[in-house]
Every structure is written in C-alpha cells, then in structure tokens.
C-alpha cells in the first residue's frame, strides 16, 4: 500500500474513533444541523468542527442543508460500531480467560458475541449449571478435558446422557484411570465412548448437537469461569480444535462403577 494510502487509513481510523458519535447519527439518518445538534447534544459551535473534518475526510457530504455520509462513511461507521462490539465482548471474557497462557489458541471467532459466566465465591455452582444447562437436551456431545473434578465430571456425565445422548469425550491420560472409575452404570457407558488423548490447551472444550460449544477455564481445584457461544464461526472453531484433538487419541472402554 502506498505511504499516502496508508496516512489516509490512519487518518480515517482516527477521525472515526474521535468523532464516530456524530458519524453514526447521520448515518442513522441524514439531518440539518439543527437536527443532528438535538441528536447529538453537542453545541453548534462544536458540532461545525467535528462536521468539516468528516467532510474533510470523505466521510459525509453537506448535500441541499443536510448532512449525509458517503458509502465509505457508513461503512466506516458499521465497521467501527463492529470493533467496539469485539472489544466489549473481550473486556467481558477478560476475567475468565486472561489466566490462560498467551499463546493459547483462542481467538476472535470463538469470544466475538460469546456469552461469559464467571464462577463467584458467593454461587460457585451456577457456572457448572450453565455448562449442564448447554448438554441436557443434546443429542450428541463431544469434548475433551485436560482436567477435572470428580464430582462434575458425574454430573457433566450423566447430564449428557440422562435424556439419551451420545457422548465422546477425551480425556487427558492422567485422568482417565480417575473418571472412568466413576461411570454412572451400564447405560451410561452404552452411550458414551471416552478417548485417552494429549490435550495440548489448557482449557476444556465441549460441543453440543453442533449449535452450541463451550470453553472451561480452570483455576486451582475449580472453575475459574465458562464461555459459551453458538455463532457458526464459534462452533467451526471448536469444532477443528476438537478432531485434531481426537485424531491422535486412543479409545478405550469406560468402566462402571
């Protein structure tokens, strides 16, 4: 990209950022100044300012007394009001998933639009409701854990399968011996199939009936929070996490109690 092209870009970038208020009424709807001063609240004087460096930088025209954007203006605009939204997504996830080493591999396509329950101290089981709550009526679950609690790992268990659904789960090989010494019964392990595999994250993932998945940030001997999202570029996500995950497992009969 030229170096006048890429002065413009950071130009633009940083008119939009400083004066998106503004941009977004007219794009909204096109207004006289009158109008765009009630719809901004900002004084008349001001509002001159911030309208010439719009116009300066190709973002609206002043079009027979009213200001209208450009098609780069309302784009601008869409694409600013979509960097917002990502970041307040990540300001929320931030809590639970800031633990997690940095270079864990999860991305933008997972935390964009995701809803986050973080565990509290006063209510440490409503962050494990939220992930029984996602399996209960699923016909098919698939997920992998690189650790766990015995105590959940029942519940998850038999949640998944109490209603008739298939579970693949894979297990890190350190807990295998621990959670397959506690299979609910003979039905329970009809319906499940666990794997013995390397889980190379340190979180633990599931994906239920491919309309929804969930991450599993842990911290000491509980859950530090969950993050769930059934956007279709989360769920392809999880999704090829998982089967390079399953790949290189090994399967193995689960034993009942």
Request: glycine letters at 8%; charged letters at 25%.
């Amino acid at each position: 990209m030229p170096r006048s092209c890429q002065d413009g870009a950071a130009e633009t970038a940083r008119v939009v950022r400083r004066r998106y208020d503004c941009l977004r009424a007219i794009v909204t709807e096109p207004r006289e100044k009158r109008a765009l001063v009630e719809a901004t609240g900002t004084p008349r004087s001001t509002l001159d300012d911030i309208v010439r460096e719009l116009e300066s930088t190709g973002l609206v025209t002043y079009d027979d007394g009213v200001w209208r954007p450009t098609t780069s203006g309302r784009v601008a605009a869409e694409v600013h009001a979509d960097y917002r939204e990502t970041v307040t997504d990540l300001r929320a996830a931030a809590p639970v998933v800031d633990s997690l080493p940095h270079d864990t591999p999860l991305g933008r396509q997972f935390l964009e639009g995701a809803t986050v329950h973080e565990a509290e101290r006063a209510l440490p089981d409503a962050v494990v409701t939220s992930i029984l709550e996602s399996v209960a009526d699923a016909e098919q679950i698939r997920g992998f854990a690189p650790t766990a609690f015995v105590g959940f790992a029942d519940r998850f268990q038999n949640e998944a399968v109490d209603s008739g659904g298939q579970l693949e789960l894979v297990l890190a090989p350190d807990l295998f011996d621990l959670l397959t010494g506690h299979a609910a019964g003979e039905g329970t392990a009809e319906t499940s199939t666990v794997l013995a595999g390397e889980i190379p994250v340190e979180f633990g993932l599931w994906i239920a009936d491919d309309t929804e998945a969930g991450v599993v940030v842990y911290a000491g001997q509980g859950i530090k929070g969950v993050v769930i999202n059934d956007s279709p570029e989360a769920i392809a996500w999880a999704e090829s996490l998982y089967e390079r995950v399953a790949e290189t497992a090994t399967p193995a009969e689960l034993t009942p109690a």
